[in-house]
């Protein structure tokens, strides 16, 4: 069984462009959770998806940030005309059930922002 | 809001002796999960244990074991006969388990290990 696929892994993109980060779950999981790490720190909740609906977007920056989840594919982080905060590791985790306590990671992918 | 707190960012450990990292978190609520999260320079995040804060027995995972202490809000992490594959950042993690939908998971800033040969 396949653990949580993230890619790409590393993004570059310069100030203004668009990043879309993707993110598939372990097989079976229908709930998608996305965090941030900022260098040195611990991981920041961003949003937490189901197929098809956003649960809870309260760790999502107003602007500029979306994210999807479709009925087929992969989850998508979408950043709109990034900047240089927008560096940072960006991690998907999924579960099985909303109620089951352990979410499983991906591997992340880093951006860099130029 | 809950909180998690590492107030050690950086520890050390000679190869083959035991370390104890600390953690403490804030919660008005009663029941939850506990977990660490060990951050290798891969950057991969791997649970490395977790405690369900109504058992009061402590959790172990063969070399790891935790002290969890509810009534302090403690929960920290024991390295027995640590290894130099031990060394990574780790984090601590605490998750509601009330009947909210789909609670996200509140990580501490993390703690940095070194294991020296």
């Known amino acids: 069984n396949a653990g949580v696929m993230q890619n790409p892994r590393h993004l570059v993109r310069r100030r203004g462009q668009e990043a879309r980060l993707r993110c598939s779950p372990m097989k079976g999981h229908s709930h998608v959770y996305w965090y941030r790490q900022l260098p040195e720190e611990g991981l920041k909740f961003m949003v937490y998806l189901q197929k098809e609906n956003i649960i809870d977007e309260s760790g999502m920056p107003k602007e500029r940030f979306s994210a999807e989840f479709p009925k087929e594919g992969p989850s998508i982080l979408r950043i709109q005309q990034v900047v240089r905060g927008d560096s940072a590791a960006y991690f998907c985790?999924?579960?099985?059930?909303?109620?089951?306590?352990?979410?499983?990671f991906g591997p992340g992918t880093r951006l860099l922002v130029l | 809001a809950q909180t998690v707190t590492q107030s050690q960012p950086e520890m050390s450990v000679q190869e083959a002796e035991t370390v104890t990292l600390s953690c403490t978190y804030d919660?008005?609520?009663?029941?939850?999960?506990l977990f660490w999260y060990k951050q290798p320079p891969s950057r991969q995040m791997i649970l490395v244990i977790r405690q369900e804060a109504y058992k009061q027995q402590n959790a172990t995972e063969n070399r790891f074991s935790v002290n969890f202490q509810k009534a302090a809000k403690s929960f920290s992490l024991k390295i027995s006969d640590s290894q130099l594959g031990d060394a990574a950042m780790y984090f601590c993690a605490y998750r509601s388990a009330m009947d909210n939908y789909g609670q996200n998971f509140v990580f501490g800033p993390g703690t940095r290990l070194s294991v020296l040969p």
């Open positions: 985790a999924s579960s099985d059930s909303p109620y089951q306590e352990t979410q499983y």
């Open positions: 919660t008005s609520e009663s029941d939850y999960y």
